[in-house]
């Protein structure tokens, strides 16, 4: 593990509560960690407490008591009405628990409630205070539930929440306590981007929020002035009134709640100014940047607004009040404008009496963080969920393998999978998650908006389904007035929307139109139409709002962005979640057939840029998934919000309908990747689903070629082609010639008249290209028309079609033509035509008698045996002095010969086996000089032999 | 060779009509083990010329002219203005005081001439009202000169001034005009049937002699030596002329006559398609003149006077481009679509193929005059040796119109397939790359 990371770990570990409870792991000792030895998976034995020393005996034992069958990822929250309650588990699917009680484990895990969070009024402060909680990180234990959890605690800000904060919690629930504790420094990682992706969202949500209660709030003073000024011009007898007393207060304690507000809205916005203490938790810098920026504006705009109001503006500022009243009524108006005018927020008339009962609705998690957010969130755990598969000996040896594959870029490319090419930081710095992805700047922010939510998803979606509730307001397909039509339902925030306060505004609006004159609001509302509305209007004596007109169009902008990712209306969860469901789906579909998602997945915590890399791919082409998700997509968020039984109602997902082998084996929670690689011939077609599933998981997967274009092949496909080459091999008497000439880089054409079987070879064959390319593009799996020479310089293995003349006849002369440059192995006379192999090397692969029955296992036996060779040939190729003369006065003839000697005599290598080794050395040292493929055709001028069977 | 594959020997039917000998895929003579395929063309590839050590243009029937660096197989410049098939290409080395900047001159069927730099394709000159289209163009280094041949015979300076223009006086359609600067103000016009020799002294052309030797049309004219130039003439006609005395050194007529003893001979000798024995190419290494003779090979001593070695059939199909490399080995290049390499290699009885495999070769003394030089020629040639295949290159699908020698660096070949060729020594190239290799390792201070 790199300096850096050692340090971050070490860092968070000083965050840590330790906690009394006597199921509470002890991570470690802080200041024995300072000097951890180089392996950290390999913790002091003191620090793994074993559940049942007399269980120890049986190595598997260990997690038989364990109720559920696999690892899983707890959400739960302390809900203030009925207490902890699990919400959501990853992955959704009931049979992930079994028969572990989730409430019972949620009400374990929140019980132990991390800090003393402070919240509500401070003494000696007139304002309450939001309070601004670390997340906080324990291992907890349950031993009769057989359960370890990582759990990560953090709050959520909620206006109607007790104290603003509803704490959360997220737990890596594990049979394994070892794994967990090995794992800590990654889950702790991984789960705090996943907290500072909900948070970031959240924050947010409250401070969009408290713009609306603001101007709720400030809708309601100038109402409540209003009328207190027309009862003082009725009468100075009636200011003393027990009903103008009320009127009075009721108005006080509004100004107190919008000071109130308007201080919580500055205590949200300088969040990111605050120091954090954890190291763990960074954020994009673009997206601090952003939300300092409109902060910074929201702050200006309700500090103006928040001066005290009097009478005596009146006057000259009423047409802030105006555009309030036009904006409640014209959303009617809209479509008469012609312009795309839009109104902004509308606020409602507030009771005086808070809404703080226990009847209301709180908000459901998706509501609090803001629908990108809350996606990409799940998305990040349900990778974390993905990538900890597996018992820790598997993760570890796959941490080793990969970063061992780093390593070996020079020589990866011969024999093994591609690795990803982003995980260019490697440099151990934590590369902060963003859930919208600002390392795209593919959206443009007009002029910096209020509250900037999440990308400008529309512009990636500009088909989304119509709102049919909408659609009678809405008669414009623009952009705009789709987004006008978002505005529409975004009358409230849902919590504040009692019905009462509802019927109340309704009142107050009536009321209120009826003082007025007729001409007046004919007056106004022509005014609006003609879109005036920035010039005073004289007349109206409402409270002034100075900024809410002349902002109008830096409101508009805001708003687009607001309704598109900010949306929190039931209704409208399929298009605010559309971008990211749409991920989901696309992630769902991939993870059946391509190992490219699922190799993504990090185990180093280097590699956290990965999944947003993954996020930012999937997000390119999201149009095309439109249609399935439509259709296909449960939506998540409405699913989510669940009270009691979570697993009951949790839709089973697509990606895990196929039962896996480790459900069919209750009792090892951790399935053993050797089961699976072990056998593929007998493999049933269910098995073939986890393959697909699980081929994340497995490590020796990568190391086939993918065939085809396009595609890269799974698993699956690769054993079957390692099954294609032991029957290749056990078949022909010449297979070792055939596979010495892929291997030395001379092009094989498998040429026969059928098809599937010339496919199926060539699939097989495919193995041994060295180099084969990311997708295969060295290969050719049939072929039709006759060969030229920059189809052998393109690719190593080729399929022909054997076809009658007399393009048959072309195509044989083409063959014979360029005979020199290939090996021909014709499927259908069984013979092969090839120069003539000497060595032995191959005679361990190739060999006709070979013991080895399965293909996967031949499979592994060939890529153990082409990994050696490899490193030969890197040996080989770095090696100066077999190269280079090491004195001027030395000779080609003296390099020649050390070289020579060198390969048969040090590496003990026959003629054959030693071109072999210079053609990969030269594959080595073409890929190191330049990257970008050069290409050229190297041959030798040898007679080939026509081998029988 | 593939009649295992192949089924039936009605497709090898055009491979083997003809004689030919095949080498087989065992050459170890054949350094050429690795080639690089070069493309950019749209249509046949018919000249190229080296600009510099590494450095080469090709140019064909596309108008395209492209400049490539042969040791990396990089496209360097492309230059583009000729709106129709190029006819002929030649570099022209501008001279300043210290350095020599080389361009290219290049003409076009739609009657163009155009001036080029190859370091930045711009088009410096050029010339498009012209008569007729050029068919051949000829630097006279030491003149500052540059003449263009076609119907019309065009003589400019350096900065694309015209000098001088002269219309052939006969009205033949010039297929194949070679110019060859002799002396410093010699000019020889090839025409059909006959030799146009032509003075030029302060820039004008006019005809010195006219060398009415030549039965057919003339098809290859090269300038051996300061001495010495040779003709060659579509019905297989081969002359060596004097050049300051316009006499005729040596007169061959290549027939490529099997046997003379055979009573077919006479019907051969008549069914013989003139294209079979047309001298297509001349080259020379000063001391040795190398004839492309249908699709034979033929090489004479100059300085003896003697024929050293010929190979009738040394190609499928007719020869197009030859090249000694060395006083020993041969280059050519076909209509067939391979390269050649051959070894003028002593025989190993030297007796038999001198009596028997015997060809159609005379030497006419055409002038009584010259009937003294021409008396050591004798028909059986003590010293004959034998043109031995050592490698041939395929890789072509077309006809290879004509390769440059880059020595060690490589052979580009180019061909009717639209492509070129870069073929390398895979040795070389190979430590080449490690020595790239190892510098790379260094730059970046270990892998």
Redesign the interface.
Known sequence: MTQSANAVSHASLTNNTMIGSPDVVAFTKEDEYGQTSPEPWDLPEEFSVPLHPLADSNPWAKTSYAKFTKDFILISEFSEQVGPQPLLTIPDEPKICGTFDLNYFSLRIMSVDYQASFVGHPPGSGYPRLSFVEDSRVVLGDSKEGAFAYVHHFTLYDLEARGFVRPFCMAYIAADEKKIMLQFQELSLRFSQASECLKAGNRRAFAKELQRKLQDLEYTHSVLQREEGLQREAGPQCVYSAHAVEKANELANVEKSIYEHRDLLKQICSYHRRPRRDPQAVACRRCMTECLSECEELLDKYAKLAEPVSHSEKGGKGEGGEGWLDDSRGEEEEDEDGVKRRPSYTPQLIKAKSAKCFDKRLKILPELCEGTFYEAAVELLKETERSFRGDLCYLHTRRLDKALRKNLR?VNFLFEEELDDNAEDESGTLRPFCAVNHSVDNHVHLNSPHIVLGPDTTQLHPSKPQDPLNVASETSTTRQSELGLGESQLESSPSDQTLETQESSEETKGSFSSDKSGLELAEKRESMASMISEGPDPDSDLTPEPDQNTDAGRESSSEDVETTAGEEDDGDHERDQTPVSLLEVASELDDCDSLNESKLLPPIDAACCMPQEHFLHEASAPDTMSSVQQNSHPKPSQILVVNQEPQALLPVQGEYTVGSPCSESPPTSLELPVGLLGDVASQTSVEEGSDCTLSASTGSDRAASPLGYGGTVTLRERKKAGQGALRFVRQYPFAMQALWCLLRGRTLVV?GSDEGRVRRLVLALALFVPSPGKCGERVQAWLSCPL???DL?RWKLIGLQRVG?PVG?SL?????????YIS?L?VD?K?L?CPPYSGRLLANIADHRTYIRRGSTFFLHIQSTLCRLAARAFLF??T?HL??PVSPVEG?EVVESRRRSFLQEQLGLDKGDSQVL?YLS?LI??Q??WPAN???????????V?YKI | ??R???GGR???GSLEKSPVLCI?????K?CF?????L?GHFDIVRFLVQIDDFRCASAGDDGLVLIWNIE??ERLQELRGHSQQITAITTFVCRSDVTAHPSLITASSDRTLSLWDPDTANRIQTISDLQSSVKCLLVLERLSLWVSGGEELCVWNKDFQLRLTKPMCNNVLLQQTNLKCFDLNLLIVAVIHRLTLSTDSSVSVSEIHRLSEHQDQIRALISVNDGLFASGSHAGELILWDSISWTTQATMHILWEESQASTQTEIRLGAQKPSEMSIQHLSTNGKLLLAAVGSGLYVYNVVSRTVVAYRKAAHDSNVLHTTLLSDSEVMSCSEDGSVRMWEIQDLPLPAEPASAGFFGMWTFGRSSKQSGPQSKKVVDIPNLRTLELT?DL????GAVQMFISFKEKGLVTCSTDH?L?LW?N?DT???L??????H??EENGG?
């Open positions: 020079v040429i030229t020479l920059t310089l003349s006849s044989l002369y083409s063959l014979s033509r360029y005979s020199r021909i014709d006379m013979t035509r190729t770095f100066h190269h280079l080609q210079l030269q040292t073409q190191y000089l050069r290409s050229s055709f190297s041959f030798d001028y040898t007679t080939s026509l | 060779m593939l295992w594959i192949l009605e497709a090898q087989g895929e065992e050459q170890p054949n083990t690795e080639l690089q395929v493309k990396t197989g490698g395929i890789g072509h699908s492509l060729i390398k895979g190239q190979s430590r790359r490690s020595l790239a290799l190892f790379k390792l892998l």
